[in-house]
């Protein structure tokens, strides 16, 4: 089954329902494709086959983390469809809570995928719902006004094709979400995804603490030490690299910041397979830990609706960011609310 399950957690129980008069739940193959892409498979294996991450992954070291999804595509043909869902359905409901999950869950178990599901759904299950009062702090929606993308003019949503004139569909959509456990307690997980923005990027970052304490204050350097980073880049390149600080070559102490990177392609010679190929794959050989379960899909609705709902009840006051830049500027103020900002786009 792909994606869209359902509008709302009541359609998607009543697919749920229906998809079990037929299947048992181990039968069923719900297609989220960004779980079958490569270096989103390969977060399980950064965090548990490797011991200098796990003893940092959790709310002691990591001040924030950042789940972007942002696309320099509009809404293309799709108007149609796009105007039923919106960014929020359409794209955070499942890929960027999915995404979600896998930074923010325990070992499980086993490599099995009832013990993977199981711990997804866990996180899922600790995620601070927004109830309709605080849904204006924790969460900015946005819609592309006229602007320049790849090189070109380009309309706004309202002009494109299939799009009411008046739409008040959000093409973009950042929560700031809470995991209430003893690991993600008070660290802000920060998810964004919206279409016609200044570059085509899907990553993960985990921002980490400062230096407690600062050796080079007598350089006036300290202003200068940037906290490490760490950057799971799954589009459009695949891989992995790490912010630290370094001396810069030259006579007198000076610092800045180098990336520590591996790059998927260049390490293994061979570009990533697609999405859907491991997936299929996957479905055919009855594998089923890179789909959604039922809980998970309802989890996740849980979450989202009282937002979609809330949004709905109040008239957005669109367009509010031009095609080809970062997105609204409110977005900016769910960060530095708590001193934070957003990595850049495509840097
Ligand atoms: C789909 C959404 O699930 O994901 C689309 O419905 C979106 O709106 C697409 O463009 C993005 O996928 P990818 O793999 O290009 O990031």
Request: aromatic share 10%; net charge negative; hydrophobic share 40%.
């Amino acid at each position: 089954i792909e994606k869209p399950f359902g509008y709302n957690l009541a359609e998607a129980r009543r697919l749920n329902d229906l998809a079990a008069c037929h299947f048992d739940e181990s039968e069923i193959f719900r297609i989220d494709h960004y779980l079958g892409k490569e270096t989103v498979q390969n977060l399980l294996v950064l965090r548990f086959a490797n011991t200098v991450l796990e003893p940092l992954w959790n709310r002691k070291y990591v001040v924030w983390v950042q789940v972007t999804a942002a696309e320099t595509l509009g809404v293309e043909s799709r108007g149609g469809h796009y105007e039923q869902s919106g960014a929020l359905r359409d794209m955070l409901q499942m890929h960027l809570l999915q995404l979600l999950t896998l930074v923010a869950m325990e070992q499980p178990a086993s490599f099995a995928a009832g013990d993977i599901r199981d711990e997804k759904a866990k996180v899922l299950r600790a995620l601070r719902p927004i109830p309709a009062d605080l849904v204006a702090r924790e969460t900015v929606r946005g819609q592309y006004g006229p602007g320049r993308a790849d090189g070109r003019d380009v309309p706004g949503y309202r002009q494109e094709p299939g799009i009411a004139p008046d739409s008040r569909v959000e093409t973009y959509a950042a929560v700031r979400a809470w995991i209430d456990n003893w690991r993600w307690q008070g660290v802000p997980f920060y998810l964004r995804t919206g279409k016609r923005l200044s570059a085509r990027t899907t990553e993960i970052a985990v921002g980490f603490q400062h230096v407690p304490t600062c050796l080079f204050s007598d350089r006036g350097l300290c202003g200068r030490l940037e906290p490490n980073v760490l950057v799971i880049s799954i589009q459009p390149r695949e891989g992995v690299h790490l912010r630290l600080s370094s001396r810069i070559p030259g006579g007198d102490v000076n610092v800045g910041p180098v990336r520590l990177a591996f790059d998927y392609s260049e390490t293994f010679g061979v570009r990533p397979v697609d999405a859907y190929e491991t997936l299929l794959a996957d479905a055919l050989a009855g594998h089923a830990s890179l789909f959604a379960r039922r809980d998970q899909v309802e989890l996740s609705w849980q979450y989202v609706d009282p937002i979609v709902e809330t949004w709905a009840a109040q008239p957005p006051e669109f367009p509010n960011y031009a095609a080809g830049s970062a997105g609204p500027a409110d977005a900016d103020r769910l960060l530095a609310e708590l001193g934070h900002r957003w990595e850049p786009l495509g840097a």
